[in-house]
């Protein structure tokens, strides 16, 4: 078989240091953020890498339709747009970029906690409607509480640095991984997390065992009320069960930067959109958490890195 030449697919929208980075080390790309998944299937076969944030799903069918891919780069941190098991049976390698947005997370689920805590974002309607209610929305402090981790890598790093200054003990669970006990996080079982946690936070990826994790018998087994956040992927969370948990006082406060469905007019047909978001407990983003100003470039810039080492059959160049 011919040996492809080394020619990059960029399917969807990244910052300009991506591909000028390409172009000083002269690795020929296609820049096509507009294309579709039909236009890109029909010409996939010319490229040895796919470029890729969401844009869609890269099935089996996709990759089949590619003999010479060899790697496929997404500018982010999840992969689970990518058929992760049919990459590996065809040999092309995954490269992410957890580093680039992970600041972004932290900061962003930090400030989401704070608001639900403080009462921000029910004070700042009720003020619109002509409301001023004080003793209503006397807020909740962080300071000595017990943050739980799920999740325990790039995001769930970040999160526990930034909470470093809250005077909170952190602790953390990561189901594939042991020995991570650090400065910023006390490493425990899950059991520890349902007796201990006054906020639980997730930060892992969805798999087939973490889809619909958490649901009624998940929460019925946290001993005090939690705050709950979820800046991982929303088909980790049955948004019923936190629906119930909140009416019931065992959630205290919800927030989402990311949904079971996404974006409209998908979203508005759920049964639970209309009670969650008419619910003053909840705190909502559009999935953004991690796409701040500043990670837009570092997500590009660390993937770049990571294409043009893997592309000289050297190590990723990035520490976590």
């Given at each position: 078989?011919?040996?492809?030449?080394?020619?990059?697919?960029?399917?969807?929208?990244?910052?300009?240091?991506?591909?000028?980075?390409?172009?000083?080390?002269?690795?020929?790309?296609?820049?096509?953020?507009?294309?579709?998944?039909?236009?890109?299937?029909?010409?996939?076969?010319?490229?040895?890498?796919?470029?890729?944030?969401?844009?869609?799903?890269?099935?089996?069918?996709?990759?089949?339709?590619?003999?010479?891919?060899?790697?496929?780069?997404?500018?982010?941190?999840?992969?689970?747009?990518?058929?992760?098991?049919?990459?590996?049976?065809?040999?092309?390698?995954?490269?992410?970029?957890?580093?680039?947005?992970?600041?972004?997370?932290?900061?962003?689920?930090?400030?989401?906690?704070l608001g639900l805590m403080n009462n921000l974002y029910r004070s700042n309607t009720e003020i619109g409607t002509g409301l001023w209610r004080r003793e209503e929305n006397r807020g909740l402090e962080l300071t000595g509480r017990t943050v739980a981790l799920i999740g325990y890598g790039n995001n769930g790093g970040a999160m526990a640095r930034k909470l470093m200054g809250f005077d909170v003990r952190v602790i953390a669970y990561d189901k594939y991984k042991t020995g991570f006990s650090d400065e910023y996080a006390t490493e425990v079982t899950m059991d520890e997390v349902v007796e201990q946690a006054d906020v639980l936070s997730l930060h892992i990826p969805l798999t087939d065992m973490s889809r619909g994790m958490v649901d009624e018998a998940y929460l019925a087994r946290f001993q005090k009320p939690i705050f709950f956040l979820n800046g991982a992927r929303g088909e980790i969370v049955h948004i019923p069960a936190i629906l119930n948990a909140l009416d019931e006082g065992r959630v205290l406060g919800a927030a989402f930067d990311v949904l079971p469905v996404e974006k409209f007019p998908g979203l508005a047909e759920q049964s639970w959109f209309g009670p969650l978001t008419a619910h003053e407990k909840v705190a909502l983003s559009p999935h953004v958490a991690g796409w701040s100003v500043e990670s837009y470039f570092k997500i590009a810039d660390v993937l770049v890195q990571k294409v043009i080492a893997h592309l000289a059959g050297g190590a990723y160049p990035i520490r976590p």
């Open positions: 078989m011919t040996k492809l030449t080394t020619r990059l697919l960029i399917v969807d929208d990244i910052h300009p240091v991506f591909t000028e980075k390409l172009t000083t080390n002269h690795i020929a790309f296609d820049y096509l953020p507009t294309i579709g998944k039909d236009e890109a299937l029909q010409i996939i076969e010319q490229y040895s890498g796919l470029v890729i944030r969401s844009k869609f799903k890269v099935d089996a069918a996709f990759m089949d339709a590619a003999p010479g891919l060899r790697f496929i780069a997404r500018g982010g941190a999840g992969m689970d747009n990518i058929d992760d098991t049919h990459a590996r049976k065809k040999g092309i390698a995954l490269i992410n970029a957890p580093e680039g947005n992970r600041n972004a997370v932290g900061e962003h689920m930090v400030g989401m906690l």
